[in-house]
């Protein structure tokens, strides 16, 4: 049988096909443990995840849906752009909106951020920082549960490739999610990063 690619894999689980074990490009966590008792069998995710790709002046945002037996369902996607001559507080203020809107509309079960790993000074971090925050503060609020994952895993579970390229991110998403529209960067890393929480979540 010829090898599957990471996104023909995803695929065939997403709709309830049975993926070969030998299938080398298959991440960890797409393979059950041999031995029974060492891990728990992981239980595939079923709800609507929001996804944030967070950035002081361009937070993505991206609703996924996702069942038992078919592709995710990308529901709603947007970029908070807010203009650099605005201040900090306002563009936190827009973030906390944006935010709040997508879980006013969306019966939302958990949300997923991507970290930040590596900024080239102090100022960037601390911007980066706050829009995180301003991001999460809003889950918070609602009680909602925040997961956070590196880029790399982001990539590695989405692209199978931990060095993808943002073009490269953005047709898997594309291809995963069955979307005929291009999407901008910043809803396409949101939305990789609420696949890469369903793809890797043990319930």
Request: glycine content about 8%.
């Given at each position: 049988?010829a090898r599957m690619n990471v996104r023909e894999?995803?695929?065939?689980?997403?709709?309830?096909?049975?993926?070969?074990?030998?299938?080398?490009?298959?991440?960890?966590?797409?393979?059950?443990?041999?031995?029974?008792?060492?891990?728990?069998?992981?239980?595939?995710?079923?709800?609507?995840?929001?996804?944030?790709?967070?950035?002081?002046?361009?937070?993505?945002?991206?609703?996924?849906?996702?069942?038992?037996?078919?592709?995710?369902?990308?529901?709603?996607?947007?970029?908070?752009?807010?203009?650099?001559?605005?201040?900090?507080?306002?563009?936190?203020?827009?973030?906390?909106?944006?935010?709040?809107?997508?879980?006013?509309?969306?019966?939302?079960?958990?949300?997923?951020?991507?970290?930040?790993?590596y900024v080239q000074n102090f100022q960037t971090?601390?911007?980066?920082?706050?829009?995180?925050?301003?991001?999460?503060?809003?889950?918070?609020?609602?009680?909602?549960?925040?997961?956070?994952?590196?880029?790399?895993?982001?990539?590695?579970?989405?692209?199978?490739?931990?060095?993808?390229?943002?073009?490269?991110?953005?047709?898997?998403?594309?291809?995963?999610?069955?979307?005929?529209?291009?999407?901008?960067?910043?809803?396409?890393?949101?939305?990789?990063?609420?696949?890469?929480?369903?793809?890797?979540?043990?319930?």
């Open positions: 049988m894999m995803w695929k065939a689980k997403l709709e309830g096909k049975t993926v070969p074990a030998s299938t080398s490009h298959a991440p960890a966590v797409a393979r059950q443990p041999a031995v029974a008792g060492m891990l728990p069998a992981r239980t595939a995710f079923h709800g609507l995840v929001l996804g944030i790709d967070p950035s002081l002046r361009g937070t993505g945002l991206a609703v996924l849906e996702f069942a038992p037996g078919r592709r995710p369902v990308l529901l709603r996607c947007r970029t908070v752009q807010v203009a650099a001559k605005r201040p900090m507080a306002e563009a936190l203020a827009e973030i906390h909106r944006g935010v709040e809107s997508f879980l006013a509309d969306f019966a939302v079960r958990h949300v997923a951020l991507e970290q930040t790993i971090a601390q911007i980066l920082g706050a829009a995180r925050g301003a991001a999460i503060a809003t889950a918070a609020l609602r009680g909602l549960p925040v997961f956070e994952y590196p880029p790399l895993r982001v990539k590695q579970a989405v692209v199978g490739a931990g060095r993808a390229s943002k073009e490269q991110m953005a047709r898997t998403v594309m291809a995963l999610l069955g979307h005929g529209r291009a999407l901008a960067f910043d809803e396409a890393d949101a939305a990789g990063v609420a696949l890469c929480h369903a793809f890797t979540w043990r319930g």
